[in-house]
């Protein structure tokens, strides 16, 4: 198969954004030493400012899905950081309440039992100080 100056031309303006693969990179190149006129075109060209980043206006309806999306992702995150804290007050309530209720009878006569007690008290009052 013959490669024809169409299909170079077709391969320029990647290969002029660097958006080509070594092989492809190769293969334009050695066919611009052969063409001197596309090897000047190609020369041209790369000095030419390009342009920048066009953004691309959104529909209304491209607007509302996005919306969409990101309404849905706060409720979430909301929902998610909720469950969290009341997990976390729950679990630290629990221990905090066994320690109150259930374990007086036992830990009133054992003097390790008083310092976990006193221990776990501590730290159920900091971690509630910081909700």
Not at 36 to 50: C, F, G, I, S
Not at 118 to 131: A, D, G, V, Y
Request: charged share 20%.
């Amino acid at each position: 198969m013959e490669i024809t100056k169409n299909v170079i031309l077709d391969l320029l303006p990647a290969y002029l954004a660097n958006e080509v693969v070594a092989d492809t990179r190769a293969f334009v190149e050695e066919y611009l030493e052969t063409d001197p006129e596309l090897a000047n075109v190609a020369r041209q060209l790369a000095t030419m400012e390009k342009p920048g980043y066009v953004p691309v206006p959104l529909t209304e309806d491209d607007k509302m899905k996005a919306y969409r999306k990101a309404r849905r992702l706060i409720i979430l995150t909301t929902v998610t950081l909720a469950g969290e804290i009341s997990l976390y007050a729950l679990y630290s309530s629990a221990g905090f309440l066994f320690l109150l209720i259930i374990a007086p009878a036992k830990w009133q006569t054992n003097p390790k039992l008083q310092l976990i007690v006193h221990n776990q008290f501590q730290l159920t009052s900091k971690n509630l100080m910081r909700i």
